[in-house]
């Protein structure tokens, strides 16, 4: 079955970067895939996504130009590099598939997959 695995995550003061990645297994279809966050007493929200098929990514506007979601396609990992962290960048941060389907929203619900998350904390 499908699983995914986050790592990366951690403390890191404003300004800084950190890497998350995301070890993907049990399927080898292409599909979309994508980091979301949820930070205390919020909804999840989208941060990036890639289609595995051809590397086209969507971001969400408070992340664009700092954030960058990218894939190993041979070591089946996605990766996502986080520059210039703010502290609203705190947040439980997933990664999720939606199991084959097309890439053309960043709406949690239409996600099937998710890994257990990586926390990232930002300091100011």
């Known amino acids: 079955q499908v699983q995914l695995v986050e790592s990366g995550g951690g403390s890191v003061q404003a300004g800084g970067s950190l890497r998350l990645s995301c070890a993907a297994s049990?399927?080898?279809?292409?599909?979309?895939m994508g980091w979301f966050r949820q930070a205390p007493g919020k909804e999840r929200e989208g941060v990036a996504v890639?289609?595995?098929?051809?590397?086209?990514?969507t971001y969400a506007a408070s992340v664009k130009g700092r954030f960058t979601i990218s894939q190993d396609n041979v070591q089946n990992t996605l990766y996502l590099q986080m520059n210039s962290l703010k502290p609203e960048d705190t947040a439980m941060y997933y990664c999720a598939t939606n199991g084959g389907g097309g890439c053309y929203t960043l709406n949690p619900t239409h996600f099937g997959y998710w890994g257990q998350g990586t926390q990232v904390t930002v300091s100011s």
């Open positions: 890639i289609y595995t098929g051809g590397g086209v990514t």
């Open positions: 049990g399927y080898t279809y292409t599909t979309c």
